[in-house]
């Protein structure tokens, strides 16, 4: 009989963040199952099977195995609540299951037909339909609290090796990473579970802990320049606005005062460290632009971009062909240029370049772009307006004057599917779409090699 009374009474719910213990229903008809890590006084691997309105629970020190000459111990413990399978965090030391908690796997699964499991007596056999684990097992009871988890014989036999998976399917954070979600950080992160991205169910943590992994690659665009934000109180459901003024009194946020020609003083800001990225990460900024110059040398921009917009319904083939028409040109002037998804219609292209004034820079950027419409005006336009652009790409080269801003390397961007701006190789042009890249499958580019290396050198 489900019992949650166990559960509740081993827990102090002041010190520990995991749920409090309530029977619910599934408004699923699809019975969940959750395999949690758990690296508690002892390493071991959590199953959780829904049933009657609970998850009961089995702790299996060495994990599934996709072995079935494998039997492996696993010991029933106490009922956990359904809540319990988003959980993931690190239980306080000397409490109950004190540790780290990683979400492994978790899906669906299924009793063969017209049976019901015995979870007194088994044995239970069952069939799994998660993101890693598939396939069907047997729980055989020995005694006590004590029964075997053992493999069927199917497709699935020793196709997985479960230490071949390191992070969480949740947020694609390691053990490492959730023990100390705030490593270099002394950042209060609030609400960590919102959801901003209601969707693609990204949380706020999960953005913290995105912007916390790519540090060493957005942070030498970020530091030492002074930013914008775009904050999203309540995520991309609610109201969205952009700030040039932040209201933030970090001591790892530095202010610039400058003069303006409707004020005397405007204070703008800049990161100094990781840290003061995240503290704006924790006041709900989530999009960062950057200035295309340091703060210490604000008269010097060392920066041109170029923003390739396409019109509407224009395909993909044609933003890629302006693409490499605008690189071509670059090239003919002996510019290094670098290339970058804009996380919505079209590329970005970033060229280093250290010049002496804004005018020096605005009047390169306009020459460039003029000769793309000169070349081809039938594909291009320096025209904003709208009624201007049909059928062509707009060559935005305005974000090249003092003042002006533009999205930052690696930055999220607040639309749909979460993507991100982020630095691809000339190479990958033709493979990765404008917004090809988001925080849910950006993971895999760690592995690689920063495009954008050595773009200050």
Request: glycine share 6%.
């Amino acid at each position: 009989m489900a019992d949650l009374k166990p559960y509740n009474a081993k827990r102090n719910f002041t010190k520990t963040t995991e749920p409090i213990g309530k029977k619910a229903s599934s408004k699923n008809q699809k019975l969940k199952f959750v395999i949690q890590h758990h690296l508690a006084r002892k390493d071991h691997y959590d199953l959780r099977l829904e049933y009657q309105g609970v998850y009961v629970s089995f702790a299996v020190p060495k994990g599934p195995s996709f072995n079935p000459l494998d039997k492996r111990l696993a010991i029933h413990v106490e009922d956990h609540p359904l809540s319990y399978g988003n959980f993931e965090g690190t239980i306080p030391k000397g409490e109950y299951g004190g540790g780290t908690v990683m979400l492994f796997d978790k899906g669906y699964y299924t009793f063969p037909k017209d049976t019901s499991p015995n979870f007194s007596k088994g044995p239970v056999k069952f069939t799994l339909q998660g993101k890693r684990l598939k396939g069907s097992w047997s729980l055989v009871k020995m005694q006590a609290d004590n029964w075997l988890l053992i493999k069927e014989k199917d497709e699935y036999v020793k196709k997985i090796n479960i230490q071949d998976y390191q992070t969480s399917i949740k947020t694609g954070r390691t053990m490492e990473e959730i023990t100390h979600p705030q490593k270099n950080s002394k950042i209060n992160l609030t609400n960590p579970q919102k959801l901003i991205f209601q969707k693609e169910k990204v949380t706020k943590q999960a953005i913290f802990q995105y912007y916390n992994q790519i540090k060493n690659r957005i942070m030498p665009f970020l530091e030492n320049r002074l930013i914008s934000t775009v904050r999203a109180p309540e995520g991309t459901n609610g109201e969205i606005f952009f700030m040039k003024h932040l209201n933030n009194n970090s001591k790892d946020i530095g202010h610039k005062t400058m003069k303006t020609k409707s004020t005397d003083k405007t204070f703008y800001y800049y990161f100094k460290n990781i840290n003061g990225l995240l503290s704006e990460v924790q006041m709900n900024s989530y999009e960062f632009h950057i200035w295309g110059c340091p703060q210490n040398a604000i008269q010097k921009p060392d920066i041109l971009v170029f923003d390739l917009d396409p019109d509407e319904g224009l395909s993909l083939k044609k933003v890629r062909a302006g693409v490499r028409d605008l690189k071509q040109i670059l090239d003919n002037l002996k510019l290094k240029s670098y290339l970058k998804t804009s996380g919505g219609k079209g590329y970005h292209i970033y060229v280093p370049l250290p010049m002496t004034s804004w005018q020096k820079c605005e009047k390169i950027s306009s020459d460039i772009a003029n000769l793309m419409v000169l070349n081809h005006p039938e594909k291009y336009t320096t025209n904003m307006r709208k009624e201007k652009r049909k059928n062509k790409i707009f060559i935005d080269y305005f974000r090249n004057k003092l003042g002006s801003t533009s999205v930052c390397p690696y930055s999220l961007r607040l639309k749909k599917k979460a993507t991100i701006s982020c630095p691809i190789f000339w190479t990958e042009l033709d493979k990765i779409k404008p917004d090809g890249i988001t925080i849910k499958n950006f993971k895999k580019r760690l592995k690689k090699k920063d495009p954008w290396a050595n773009f200050f050198e």
